[in-house]
Structures are given as C-alpha cells and as structure tokens.
C-alpha cells in the first residue's frame, strides 16, 4: 500500500488512479493521519430478473418434435400401446 499527503495527492491525481487501476490500493493522510483509502473498483454485475425470465418462458412455444408424435401415432395403429 502506498501512503500519499492529502497534498501530494491533489497534485498527483492522475499517476495515483494511476497506480490504483494496475492493483495498488491508496492511503491518503492528512497531518500524518489516514482519512481516505483509493482502491480499484469492482465490476458491478447486473442482478437476475428471474420474473422477466419466467414471462419469456410462459410466452414461448414447447418444442414438439415430429418424429416422437409419428412413433406415438404408429404404436397407437399397431395396438403396441
């Protein structure tokens, strides 16, 4: 961790975020006293809207597959089920 006077880093803004964005964390002191910390950012991520999901699943159609009705219906004729 670096320590930085609030003064050097008014003035070293831009080499600090710097530094911060490569995975240095910040201290900043005032009269030798830490009073602020810079650390990268996380990424956010974007919660799940599961209601949303289930609407689009209500709304869409069931795969019908062609031949497993054609395979029923022939069972059907053949008295096999």
Not at 2 to 18: F, Y
Not at 40 to 59: C, G, H, L, N, Y
């Amino acid at each position: 961790m670096v320590t930085v006077a609030l003064a050097d880093a008014k003035a070293r803004l831009s080499e600090l975020i710097g530094r911060v964005e490569a995975g240095e964390t910040v201290s900043i002191t005032r009269r030798g006293k830490p009073v602020a910390r810079l650390v990268k950012e996380t990424s956010v991520r974007k919660p799940i809207d599961f209601d949303a999901m289930r609407r689009a699943q209500a709304m869409s159609k069931p795969y019908v597959d062609p031949d497993g009705l054609s395979f029923v219906e022939r069972m059907r004729r053949e008295n096999l089920l």
